[in-house]
């Protein structure tokens, strides 16, 4: 079915949808409901939920991971580490074509992995990859110059699509690559329409080479900007799963439709962190005083309590707080507005100053409700607060990765480990204009560069451990962001839907496994 057809009114629709669903195991179609705006498909450049969720659906990764966060053969079959830890052979499987209908070899795992060092955000995820050797045509062997404890989960799907070299090896650049918006992968579902703002349609790959998968025959990313139209949609039929739900009352509302079930499972490889970002450079920021200022002026307890109604937690430093190696000793600036006030006197402020926050579009109390908030707040230290909106997703991400802003509120997922997700964003060698969940706040310490760099290929949990404490007790000083909360992630499903994503990655991990039930 087109998209044409697929994008009716809602009456109409909710008809078509409900009538569509099978009442047996195989077959039919899923559609997913989402704010989010994707630029393009392919997760091997881009990160973030809009690329990820369809990324992982088109693409397979070497590895995939189950619910108890173990590792699971997907395009490898097996692997072995070395015992120095300096490599990492991939065994393929050797029935696995892309939908064009080439085989998928080592050649291509190792062309992945080499594009996604070179392109994607997340720069510590390969940097300790040298070279990817390829023996054969079903062997790939990862040469590492450092140990990389995340190695193995940064090789599964939400982070590692493995892409063809025949499409994306001819000397075009893989970030504006026009096979970006029209991909062509190896996992269980096959693009048929991208209509950038509108949807994407996904066919089932008839070739998958999983026997048995995927179940469904057709998945479906509506993107419904407007969250009231969003949840009728969810409560109406028109959309059969919405994951990524953060909103206070949109959870309340939809814990009301006898034909939803919601969990709070399919986030542990999340670690989603809301924060107020700072641009280092700004010279009404560059003094740490002033945001220390800033920090002390703003409620977090108020925020997650009374803004959120109590379903987000509070958040104090940049390892989220489930993480073995979050140390709560840090700094925790419990609301002080004396001492930030003098904080701003002794920055030269102490009569004020003027800033501008930007903030997400999308999910308004995560982002826009605290944009506002904070313009009320910091007026009681002198800080006269404009809150500049983004007509979408896009605008706001070229302006925060451009540096061309002051405060921003922003998303940030630890993805499973920090080396994978912590790391970028305090790096300095990460500052990289233009790239969006990157250094973007410019934020520069050797110190902590030392740290981290040590933290990234220490084998050894309780050394890590120590490394990343004095890590985020510099960081809480420095305070190039401040950690509001712990995003209360969601998934609403129907509860006809077999085996619904509640695995560590939840929708941004293949979904050939969920089916239709009675």
């Known amino acids: ?93 050797d029935n696995a074509t892309f939908h064009d209908g080439k085989p998928v070899t080592s050649e291509d795992v190792a062309f992945s992995i080499m594009t996604t060092k070179e392109n994607h955000p997340f720069k510590s995820m390969f940097a300790p990859v040298e070279t990817v050797e390829t023996p ?83 998945i479906i990313v509506r993107i419904i900007k407007d ?12 959309a059969d799963m919405y994951p990524f739900m953060d909103g206070s009352q949109a959870i309340r509302r939809l814990e009301k439709a006898d034909h939803l079930e919601l969990t709070q499972e399919g986030y542990a490889g999340v670690g989603p962190v809301n924060w107020l970002a700072f641009n280092t450079q700004s010279p009404k920021l560059s003094d740490v005083r002033v945001r220390q200022a800033i920090a002390f002026a703003t409620d977090r307890d108020f925020i997650t309590k009374a803004l959120h109604r109590g379903v987000s937690m509070p958040q104090r430093g940049p390892i989220v707080e489930s993480s073995p190696f979050f140390d709560d000793a840090i700094a925790a600036y419990d609301v002080d507005l004396d001492k930030a006030k003098a904080l701003m006197a002794e920055a030269g402020f102490a009569d004020g100053m003027d800033l501008t926050v930007d903030y997400i579009p999308g999910p308004k109390e995560q982002q826009q409700t605290i944009a506002e908030y904070l313009k009320s707040q910091l007026k009681k230290i002198g800080i006269n607060v404009t809150v500049r909106a983004a007509p979408d997703f896009p605008t706001w991400a070229g302006r925060v990765s451009g540096h061309d802003f002051e405060l921003s509120m922003d998303v940030v997922f630890n993805w499973g ?102």
């Open 417 to 518: 480990d920090p080396v994978i997700g912590v790391h970028r964003t305090y790096l300095s060698d990460n500052i990289k204009k233009g790239v969006i969940w990157s250094n973007t706040q410019s934020y520069a310490n050797a110190e902590v560069d030392a740290l981290l760099n040590a933290a990234a290929v220490e084998m050894n949990p309780g050394k890590r451990a120590e490394l990343y404490s004095q890590f985020q007790h510099i960081v809480a000083q420095d305070l190039p962001v401040y950690w509001i909360n712990t995003l209360p992630y969601h998934t609403a499903y129907d509860k006809r839907l077999v085996n619904p994503p509640k695995g560590i990655w939840g929708t941004m991990h293949p979904l050939d496994t969920v089916s239709w039930g009675e």
């Open 227 to 238: 969250q009231s139209a969003l949840l009728i949609a969810m409560e109406n039929g028109e």
């Open 136 to 218: 054969d045509a079903h062997t790939a062997v990862i040469k590492l110059n450092q140990p990389h404890p995340a190695l193995l989960l940064a090789l599964s799907p939400a982070l590692a699509p493995v892409i063809p070299k025949h499409i994306y090896g001819d000397g075009q650049d893989a970030k504006s690559h026009p096979a970006n918006s029209a991909p062509i992968g190896s996992g269980p579902f096959m693009l048929e329409e991208f209509k950038p703002g509108e949807a994407i349609v996904m066919k089932k790959n008839p070739n998958f080479f999983i026997d048995g998968r995927p179940k469904l025959d057709e």
């Open 1 to 93: 079915m087109k998209l044409v057809s697929r994008l009716l009114g809602a009456a109409a629709f909710a008809a078509l949808s409900v009538s569509a669903v099978p009442a047996f195991a195989d077959g039919g179609t899923l559609v997913i409901a989402s704010t989010q705006v994707p630029r393009h498909l392919n997760g091997a450049v881009q990160s973030g939920i809009a690329t990820a969720v369809p990324s992982t659906q088109i693409f397979a990764s070497p590895i995939r991971y189950d619910e108890n966060w173990e590792p699971q053969p997907y395009l490898a079959k097996s692997w072995e580490v070395s015992d120095d830890g300096l490599s990492v052979t991939l065994n393929l499987v």
